[in-house]
């Protein structure tokens, strides 16, 4: 009896090692045996991060916003509940953004320094990893209409300035006089960056635009990210780029890996922020990656990148994504990011401020 | 005595389950474990990856790359050496192989759709993550000393076509007359296309240039990776695209995360290949990724991307990477890659074609 006994203790101490050593390895692979539950179905936007205050904002303008972000959001998601694809989605959410004035990104896109707009915009798929990118237009109505192009129509990922205006006119993408995109608004911001930076101005290139105000005119772009009944992500990002840009100065957005990004078998990401940190840290690319290879919820990897690997960088934005099981989320480090999200069971969020 | 025969196999037991257990998250951790070693020191370049074959290659052809190559090297190296900056060498690498007409970036660049030469190039350094980069450049006689100004003289990461040489005017970046960049080689390869093209084309635009001889003219880049005594990485890549470009397409060398990249942490890559698919698979920040996350070799993390992740999206090409240790790789899915490298131990290597 008592020789059973031992024996059965030595067979349990045994045991239990060897679950704690599965344990570990399943928790490492648990993201790519998780099922993707094919009714899972959802689409999140964001309408820019920055330096957005409530005591900033009057009511009407509030409201204003709010309401173009509801109507963005579902736009896109009537598509998906109709069995469309995230493609569609996120193309028609990130439009109704595009041609509000309220947004920067094509009509209410900011001024660059030689008070011209310049448009830059990204979008990529899930499943084949094709994607699309274009900086630089200047009168492509619906920049992200431009991108997917691109994508669909042509052997590149990446056109810019006059040559993917010259596409854009090839494919019958809609073009329009450049005074479009203006906005007394926007113009009124850039007259207002120059004085400051007539003042700011210390002659040292890399330190002269740092003040908060300066510091918040580089944010500011639309993007979405959505998974659809057929179980595919998609992502795009469009926007007018920074006020008072210089230098056909290109950022994040129209960057594959930076400002956009999708993978099947992990998430779709878009980006909003200081562009040129958001290029360094390769932010998109990064998220999926934390998933992927460091068995990161998507969750884990957008606060590891947006909270701590940015941040570390000095640099300040956010990001909306989605995973290959519908799980969304928006994650900033500002005061404040324009988005909206609708899931399978329709439960919608609107948001502006940090919670 | 039995009863301490028994307690000490259980204690044996216990033991063995927890020294695997802690194996396995060693094996995790050991690359940020690994000392760097501060002596440890080289550098590794390529001249461009695609269909080089010994039988179609002259003698004296031949005899003429493996010159420039050694050339390039050895004055990288030399700076290494004596203790200057990683960054430092690259860039006179990479200048050496810009200045050479036999390499398709700065003198030798081939031609766009127009019959103009239009330059991208890209650096990064490991330490501060800092990065410069430029696409579509016309007067700029060798591209990656712009894209070091854009680092480190300019607030942004990326400056694109005609803002970027303004900013390298502005910068007393030399700038040279467009003519500059011509030879007769890449002028016949520009005529030589459009008449293939006309023969291939199919009126679809995503499969019009797929033929071998097209194809190959989308490689051709050159870059560098070095670390220094200081143990600091950096990388850079710099190309005149691809022959017979339209509609200022943007290929992977002036982006980074896809040509370019480099991290202390991890490594230094530089690629060469055909640039959509770089794009898309974010090649040289996936390297990295896979190193830091997934705890992979740079052996292993290049040959994953090289041999498994670009060909399955249906992309060819190479890179060359050295890690925060001093090891070196060259990985291509090609016939051949121009390439060459030098450690600590001035031990050269110098390569044509696949071994």
Redesign the interface.
Known sequence: MKKIK?LT??LL??IA??D??SS??DKETSNSHTMTQKNEFGIILHGGAGTILKEHMSDSLELAYKEVLEMAIKTGYTILENGGTSLEAIAETIKIMEDSPLFNAGKGAVFTHHETNELDASV?VGN????G?I??VTRVKNPIDLAIKVM?????????????E??ASEQGIELVDPSYFFTENRFRSLQHIKDSERTALDHD?????VTPEIKDSKFGTVGAAALDKHGNLAAGTSTGGMTNK??????DAP????GT?ANNATCAVSSTGW??FF????VA??IS??ME??GLSLEEAAREVIQKKVPA?GGDGGIVAIDKNGHMVAEFNTAGMYRASMNAQGEITIGIYKE
């Open positions: 031992i203790f030595i101490v045994f090692c060897k704690k050593m570990n390895s990529m084949t990893q094709d994607a990118a900086s630089g669909t129509d042509s052997p590149h990922v990446m056109l810019s300035g006059e040559g993917a010259q596409f290139g890399k330190t002269s635009s210089r230098w056909n100065r290109i950022g960057i594959i890996g930076a990004y562009g040129e290029i360094r840290a390769v690319h990064d990656a934390l290879y460091k960088l």
